[in-house]
Every structure is written in C-alpha cells, then in structure tokens.
C-alpha cells in the first residue's frame, strides 16, 4: 500500500470517483461544490457515505489561512445579511466535533458575536443549557455547557453553525430544543456546502413557520448527493471488502519507543481553551494578543530543517490549534498545514480518487464519558511532514496519550519529530465563591525580572527592587544575633567578587562542570522514574533556581521533555510561601510537584519544608504536596532524591545573585508582603555587567552529551540501592555544635555550599576544613582570607568544610576593618 497523501493544494482536490465508481453515489453540483467536497465511506449504521471537506481541517490536511478564511467570509456574510445593529445582538453556536472551528471563525467574521459549541464531554459542575441529538452522527449526544447561564437568553439572532447541512435534522432538533427554552424571532443557519434535497428544504421553511421565526440560510456552495437504492447496505459491503485486516488498528510497539518534545506556548491564564463554555470577543482580543508571542516559541521549536509542517488538533479543540497553526504559517518560513483528530472510524483506500488515502488509529486519551474506543487522524501518514506538532487540552495529557500505541508514538511513526503543545482545559469556576481571596498574579519572568529567559523559569515572587532592603552585615549580624529581628527581614549588601575570585569560579566551574552535569542528569532521571513522567520543578529560591533550571533542561535533552519550573520561597522559622502553593495547587496538580534545592547542609531546609505543608495541608485542605526535595548532592544524608551524595563544590554556590539570575535571596516582611501577596525579592538590574547566570547554565548544559553514559549508569545503581536517609550530617551538626560551644545547630553550616553562603552573607567566627581537602575549597580559602576568617583544619570531618558563627556575635565583635575579631 502506497502511504503517499493527496495534500491539498489550489488544483488538486478528491472528486470521489472511487466512491462513484463502486457505490454509485455521486456529487451533484457545480465545480465550487467538487473543490470543497469529496467523498468517502465509514463504518456506520446510519449513513455509509461520508462527505469529507476539503476546507474544514478536519480530515483533509489544508492551510490553516484557507481553513480560516472560509469560515470568517461566512461571517462576513452573516453581518451583511443581518446588519450591524443586529449582528452585534447575535449569539453564534457551533457544532461538536466538525465545526467547534469553524463555528469560532464565522464568530470572528460577525465581530461582535459571543461563541458557544456543542459538546459531548460533561464537565462537573457546569449545569447543561440545553442538549439534542444528531440523526447520522455515531456519536450523537450533544450538551450545552455555558459558563454565563444568560448567554442564550434574549431575542437577538441565533446563528447556528455546521459543516454540512443535509437532511436538516441536526438543525430542527437544536432549534426545537432552544426555542421551548429562549425563544427568539431570528435564527440564521450558515454551513459550508449545503446539500439538502428540494424535500428537506421544504421542511425547514415548515418549521420556520409553526415556531412563528425567520430562518435564513448561508451556504458557500450548494449542491445534491445521488443515493442509489440500497447504498447502505452497498456501503457496508464495500467497507467489510476493503477494509484490510487491522488496517489502520493500533500494533504492538518494537524496538525502542520514540520521544517527543513538549513546546509550553505560556497560554494566557484564564482565558478559555476554546468555546465549550463560551468564547467572547474580550477573550478574542486576549487571544490575539498572545498569539504571535506562541507562534514564536512554536517555531523556535521546529528543527531547523523543518520544510513541512502539521498541526494537529484534538476533537473538539479546533479553533486554538488553528489559530496557532495560521500564526506560524505567517511568521515562520515554513509550508503548514493544518487538520485535527476525530472520532468518526471511515475506511482509507489509497486511491487517487478517493477522499481518505491512510489512517492512523490510537486509543482515546480524554477520559471519554462513552467509554474507551479508538480514534483517528487521517491523511497525514506518508505525507511527508518533517515535524508534526500536536495541539491538545490537558485534559487529553494522560497517560493513553503517551501510551506505546498512543497518539504520540503512532505520529512519530511517520515524522522525524513530534511536538506536543498542552493548552489548559478551562473550567468554569462557580458562580458564587464566599469571600474569595484577591486573584493571586501570574509568575515574573524575565527579562523584566531576572536574567534567564523566561521560559526558563517563573518566579512566584513580588519584585521589591525599588525598596531598599540591604543593611551593613555587621547592623544585620547584630539585630539576628540579638532576636530583634529575622534574617528574611532584610537584605545582605550584595557581595562583589574581585577579580582572583571571579577567576576560581570560572575556573572551578572549567573543573566541575562534567561531574555537575552527571549529577543533574541522574536526579532528573530519579525524579522522572519516581515522582512523575511530567514533573512540575518547583525550585525553592534562590539556590535551588539554577539546579531547577538545568533538570528542565536535562529533561528538554535527553526526553523532549518541556517541563514548568516555578521558583518559591523558603523561610526558616516561618515556611513556605503559602500563597504560592495556592497559586500551584490552582494551575498544576499538586501530585505532579517536585521541590528542588541545590544540596543539604544539616537538613533545616527539608524539616522546614515538611513542617510547612502540613501545616498547609491542615490549614488550606488542598493535599498531594510531597516534601520530599530532589537536591544535586545530599551529603548529609537528609534526602532520598539525588544525584550524589559526595560534599563537592557546586560553583553556583561561589556567588550571590550574579549565578541566581540577578535575584536577591527572598524577603518576608510583614510591612511589605501582606496576607495575600507573595514572598518579595529584589532584581539587581545594576548588576548585569558582572552576571555569569547563563553562563553558568550554558557551560554545565554543554557536557550534557559527554555524560549520558555515566548518568545512566548512576541512576541504575541509586534506583537500585538504599536511598534511605540516616540524617548523619543532623548528628554530626549537633556534636560540632557541642564541640565547639555554640550549642545552637543554626550557627553551624556544614557542607562547601553552607560555608560559602554564609561566607557571602554573613561574617562567620571560623571556618573547620577537612584535612587534605584540595581546589574544592579554593575559593573557601580565599574568602576567608578577604574577610579575615580563620581555616582550622580538622581531620576525620564528616563534610568537605563547615562554617560556625559566634553565638554572641554583635557589633563589638567586628574589628575597625570590618573583619572578624579572632576569639
């Protein structure tokens, strides 16, 4: 079988000279009616023919600006033919599955018209408006689910919208059912090809009369379908003669199972995935505006050799793929087109004149209230597209989509690269919420705020950089020290690194960037086997930001994998921002989250974290956080998702904001962050001259290729270890504690990134060094060295280094030069 596609381009369209030939049916019109029309046969009880638009996107691969184009001019028309006055009254109703799109397009065409489809997935919680049935469809319930119970309500004009309007039926019992409830004096009726028969014409004109309303027809072109006697059971004698056995089924997977890539087009919050609860032309314009910033990361995306290109839409999520897939065919230099999955089973004959030439089935992956069955994608098997990007609704991302015989990996069968573009599944939010909270904001991003991109990563954070926050080390030393205030509640001067100490992290970062990159791999592997297949990284700020930003994109590399990846804050003694695991909970499914840090010193930050979502837990009632933090390197031994447990020098933790994206370290003061707000922080924009941020990323990222092996070795041996944390670095904390007179295990900062942040931050009393440690503790050295802090080598130390601060520390304690007073 020749798996060759007949795409359709101006002079080359399917006549439906097999279907003649064998079933006798034919299309009886003018040539607009043959170039928008042809024919096929499916597998229904009801109707063995099938006619298949050349213009709709549904089975026939098309240009997205012809598919648009065709419903938007029967807009215009629908305006003229109503004027401008009532136009603006008008309430346009698609129908499910066929026209969602191009109901949305004649909408856009009208202008002012707020969009309704029909639809056949029942949504919790959203009481039907109306329903009917649809006489030649297999599939025929439809529900009406507006999120605005009035949009029905009113006498303006009703435009109702279907791709083909044969026998009428599907019309009558739409008209029938709204008219008993929102009767009205005007309904227009616009398809693409109107193909009743001078009987059923008749008919609805009857109808129009005893409703006592004015019905109009809008068609762009007209025509008949000769029926032969007896073609259905001619129909299914020629389906169960043609169809090949399995043609088309779903087959075992061999060999190893293809990736794809995830693209995150950053769909606009709130705005609705397309017009199952109402489309209005408020979320139009919002639609607009965002459009070309997701055509851009689309096509960022395609490889760079990328001539041919498909989008593929979900059922009844129609008009968003469509709009995407006209977007990039105007800002990409590439040739796109543009179709959707269905689930009408139709018979795929290679045959010149033949309208359906391949099939492609897979499972559903929606859930769907009838139960499994199959579906399908049509005319896009050997049809030569160099990347296929499909389009869905989170609620079709299960795990039937990534199965080895789902749509995903039925589509790489004939791609050489698969993208899969999620838009969320919008669900109205009841009518009536006692004393909602304020709307929480979206993320910042950069480049507004912080200096990675802004897919990288976005920050559940209040940008604070114009208040001044920073106070002299000693000032902060002496106010923490003395309990008259917390460490949140105010700003480190950022420290300025000199040029010696510019160079050991370069050069630290030369030495360490392989074996960094091993360890990122491997507990990215760790999180993908064991805490979900679509993590959502939730990096807690701002030392776990960079480590968070290099698991995306180690998960990017090695799977196609295009995970979300939120920073949060972290403060000890008062929690995790609350505000931001709402704002998670709200957009994500909690289940799905995985905190990130860079490494574990003692294990404060992981106790905190757990004490704090049970406390959330109890106070919010929303469950399915799980505490548990993915860390680089645990080596005190408080975690069991890593990547190493060794105490080696992560050069992130060489520097402040200037390897964090420019970002200052949380801030959680009550004057400034109120009951509804986010934590604060500060982007130090000043900086940008001494930023090494992606530089950082960009270096380990680059090893990425030189250590798939070694990753994948190590992830075998810690999956199948004892991961079980035995918390010695708690134990060894509180006997140096003892040791050492401190009495208090906050004061001590075991492990290299510890001592180098409160060498940063703070002026520590000394620093114990494990004897022999070598180039690991460079940098350590030379910082205490500037700051006047004493190294005591020790042997047999558990960590690499470990910084104590003096627990009487205050402003006595600091010589006139600012350095620390030996004691």
Same mark, same amino acid.
């Given at each position: 079988?020749?798996?060759?596609v007949?795409?359709?381009v101006?002079?080359?369209v399917?006549?439906?000279?097999?279907?003649?030939?064998?079933?006798g049916v034919?299309?009886?019109?003018?040539?607009?009616l043959?170039d928008?029309?042809?024919?096929?046969l499916r597998r229904?009880?009801k109707r063995?023919?099938?006619?298949?638009?050349n213009v709709?996107?549904?089975?026939?691969?098309?240009s997205p600006s012809?598919?648009?184009?065709?419903?938007?001019?029967?807009?215009?028309r629908?305006?003229?033919?109503?004027?401008?006055?009532?136009?603006?009254?008008?309430?346009v109703l698609?129908?499910a599955e066929t026209?969602?799109g191009?109901?949305h397009?004649?909408a856009?065409?009208?202008?002012l018209?707020?969009?309704?489809?029909?639809?056949?997935?029942?949504?919790?919680?959203?009481?039907?408006?109306?329903?009917?049935?649809?006489?030649?469809?297999?599939?025929?319930?439809?529900?009406?689910?507006?999120?605005?119970?009035a949009?029905?309500?009113?006498?303006?004009?009703?435009?109702l919208?279907?791709?083909e309007?044969s026998?009428?039926?599907?019309?009558?019992?739409?008209?029938?059912?709204?008219?008993?409830?929102?009767p009205?004096?005007?309904y227009v009726?616009v398809?693409?090809v109107?193909?009743?028969s001078?009987?059923?014409?008749? *008919?609805?004109e %009857?109808f129009?009369r005893?409703?006592g309303?004015r !019905? =109009?027809l809008v068609?762009? &072109?007209?025509? $008949?379908?000769?029926?032969?006697?007896?073609?259905?059971?001619?129909?299914?004698?020629l389906?169960?003669r043609?169809?090949?056995?399995?043609?088309?089924a779903?087959q075992?997977p061999?060999?190893?199972?293809?990736?794809h890539?995830?693209?995150?087009?950053?769909?606009?919050?709130?705005l609705?995935?397309?017009?199952?609860?109402?489309?209005?032309?408020?979320?139009?314009?919002r639609?607009?505006n965002?459009?070309p910033?997701m055509?851009?990361?689309?096509?960022?995306?395609?490889?760079?050799?990328a001539r041919?290109?498909?989008?593929?839409g979900?059922?009844?999520l129609?008009?968003a793929?469509?709009r995407?897939a006209?977007?990039?065919?105007?800002?990409a230099d590439?040739?796109? *087109?543009?179709? %959707?999955t269905?689930?009408?089973?139709?018979l795929a !004959? =290679?045959?010149?004149?033949? &309208?359906?030439? $391949?099939?492609i089935?897979?499972?559903?992956?929606d859930a769907p209230?009838?139960?499994?069955?199959?579906?399908?994608?049509?005319?896009?098997a050997?049809?030569?597209?160099?990347?296929?990007?499909?389009?869905?609704?989170?609620?079709?991302?299960?795990?039937?989509?990534?199965?080895p015989?789902?749509?995903?990996?039925?589509?790489?069968e004939?791609?050489?690269?698969?993208?899969?573009?999620?838009?969320?599944s919008?669900?109205p939010?009841p009518l009536?919420?006692?004393?909602?909270?304020?709307?929480?904001?979206?993320?910042l991003?950069?480049?507004?705020?912080?200096?990675y991109?802004p897919?990288?990563?976005?920050?559940?954070?209040?940008?604070l950089?114009?208040?001044?926050l920073e106070?002299?080390?000693?000032?902060?030393?002496e106010?923490?020290q003395s309990?008259g205030?917390?460490?949140a509640?105010?700003?480190?001067?950022?420290?300025?690194?000199?040029e010696?100490?510019?160079?050991l992290?370069?050069?630290?970062l030369?030495a360490?960037?392989?074996?960094?990159?091993q360890?990122?791999g491997?507990?990215t592997?760790?999180?993908?086997a064991?805490?979900?297949?679509?993590?959502v990284?939730?990096?807690?700020?701002r030392?776990?930001?960079?480590v968070?930003?290099?698991?995306?994109?180690?998960?990017?590399?090695?799977?196609?994998l295009d995970?979300?990846?939120?920073?949060v804050?972290?403060?000890?003694?008062?929690?995790?921002?609350?505000?931001?695991?709402r704002?998670l909970?709200?957009?994500?499914?909690?289940a799905?989250v995985?905190?990130?840090d860079?490494?574990?010193g003692?294990?404060?930050?992981?106790?905190?974290?757990?004490?704090a979502?049970?406390?959330f837990e109890t106070?919010?009632?929303i469950?399915g956080?799980d505490?548990?933090i993915?860390?680089?390197?645990?080596?005190?031994?408080?975690?069991?998702?890593?990547?190493t447990?060794?105490?080696?020098l992560?050069?992130?933790?060489c520097l402040?904001?200037t390897?964090?994206?420019?970002i200052s370290?949380?801030?959680?003061r009550?004057d400034l962050?109120?009951p509804?707000d986010?934590?604060g922080a500060?982007?130090?924009?000043?900086?940008?001259?001494?930023?090494?941020?992606?530089?950082f990323?960009?270096?380990?990222?680059a090893?990425f290729?030189?250590?798939v092996d070694?990753?994948?070795?190590?992830?075998?041996?810690?999956l199948?270890?004892?991961r079980?944390?035995?918390?010695?670095?708690?134990?060894?904390?509180?006997?140096?504690?003892e040791e050492?007179?401190?009495?208090?295990?906050?004061?001590?900062?075991?492990?290299v990134?510890e001592?180098t942040?409160?060498?940063?931050?703070?002026?520590?009393?000394?620093?114990?060094?494990?004897?022999?440690?070598?180039a690991?503790?460079?940098?350590?050295?030379?910082?205490?060295?500037?700051?006047g802090?004493?190294?005591?080598?020790?042997?047999?130390?558990?960590?690499?280094?470990?910084?104590l601060?003096?627990p009487?520390y205050t402003r006595?304690?600091?010589?006139?030069?600012?350095?620390?007073?030996?004691v």
């Open positions: 079988m020749n798996n060759a007949n795409d359709e101006p002079g080359e399917w006549t439906g000279t097999w279907v003649a030939e064998r079933l034919e299309l009886q019109g003018d040539d607009t043959t928008l029309l042809g024919l096929a229904n009880p063995a023919h099938l006619l298949v638009s709709l996107g549904k089975h026939v691969p098309q012809v598919v648009y184009g065709y419903g938007f001019a029967l807009g215009r629908v305006r003229d033919l109503l004027g401008a006055q009532e136009a603006g009254r008008a309430v698609g129908y026209a969602t191009l109901g397009s004649v856009d065409g009208i202008g018209a707020p969009y309704l489809h029909s639809t056949r997935r029942p949504v919790a919680g959203v009481a039907p408006a109306g329903g009917f049935e649809e006489s030649h469809s297999h599939a025929t319930s439809h529900l009406l689910l507006p999120e605005d119970p949009l029905l309500v009113g006498d303006g004009p009703l435009v919208v279907d791709d309007f026998t009428g039926n599907t019309v009558l019992n739409t008209i029938r059912d709204l008219h008993e409830r929102y009205r004096r005007r009726v398809a693409l109107d193909m009743r001078a009987a059923d014409a008749g *008919r609805l %009857t129009a005893e409703i309303a !019905v =109009d068609a762009a &072109a007209s025509g $008949t379908v000769g029926l032969p006697e007896g073609v259905l059971e001619k129909g299914q004698d389906v169960a043609f169809e090949m056995p399995n043609a088309g779903r075992a061999t060999g190893p199972q293809p990736t890539r995830r693209v995150d087009l950053f769909w606009p919050h709130g609705p995935d397309g017009g199952r609860h109402g489309f209005t032309p408020q979320h139009r314009i639609l607009d965002a459009l910033a055509a851009a990361r689309l096509a960022e995306a395609l490889p760079r050799n041919r290109v498909h989008i593929l979900f059922e009844e129609m008009y793929p469509l995407l006209r977007e990039l065919e105007q800002v590439v040739e796109v *087109r543009y179709s %959707t269905t689930r009408s089973p139709v !004959v =290679d045959d010149p004149g033949y &309208a359906i030439r $391949t099939r089935t897979f499972p559903a992956h209230a009838d139960g499994p069955g199959d579906r399908y994608a049509y005319n896009i050997g049809a030569g597209f160099d990347a296929i990007v499909a389009v869905i609704d989170s609620t079709a991302d299960t795990p039937e989509l990534h199965a015989d789902g749509l995903l990996a039925r589509l790489a004939h791609t050489p690269q698969v993208l899969l573009a999620v838009v969320p919008y669900v939010e009536y919420v006692p004393e909602r909270p304020p709307m929480l904001p979206e993320p991003r950069g480049p507004a705020f912080s200096s991109a897919e990288e990563v976005g920050w559940l954070l209040q940008d950089s114009d208040v001044t106070a002299p080390t000693e000032e902060r030393e106010a923490i309990g205030a917390h460490y509640e105010s700003l480190p001067v950022e420290y300025q690194p000199s010696q100490y510019q160079q992290f370069h050069t630290a030369d360490s960037a392989a074996r960094l990159a360890a990122v491997a507990v592997e760790i999180v993908l064991e805490r979900s297949p679509r993590p990284l939730v990096s807690l700020a030392a776990g930001t960079p968070g930003v290099l698991m995306r994109r180690w998960a990017n590399f090695r799977h196609g995970l979300p990846h939120y920073a804050s972290i403060v000890r003694g008062r929690g995790i921002d609350a505000n931001a695991l704002w909970a709200a957009h994500h499914d909690p799905d995985v905190f990130v860079g490494w574990t003692k294990g404060a930050i992981t106790r905190e974290l757990a004490d979502i049970k406390e106070s919010d009632g469950t956080f505490p548990e993915a860390v680089l390197a645990d080596p005190g031994s408080c975690v069991r998702t890593y990547g447990r060794e105490d080696f992560i050069p992130s933790a402040n904001s390897v964090s994206g420019l370290r949380t801030v959680l009550s962050v109120g509804h986010f934590h500060k982007f130090y924009r000043e900086l940008a001259g001494v930023d090494v941020s992606v530089d990323l960009d270096a380990v990222a090893t290729p030189e250590v070694a990753v994948d070795a190590q992830t075998k041996e810690l199948s270890g004892d079980t944390p035995t918390w010695e670095g708690w134990a060894a904390v509180e006997r140096i504690s050492y007179g401190i009495h208090d295990v906050n004061l001590v900062k075991p492990g990134g001592t942040r409160v060498l940063l931050r703070r002026v520590p009393w000394k620093i114990l060094a494990r004897a022999g440690a070598g690991d503790l460079d940098h350590v050295r030379l910082l205490a060295e500037q700051r802090v004493p190294v005591e080598e020790v042997d047999e130390l558990p960590y690499t280094c470990v910084g601060i003096h009487k006595g304690a600091t010589g006139a030069d600012g350095k620390a007073v030996n």
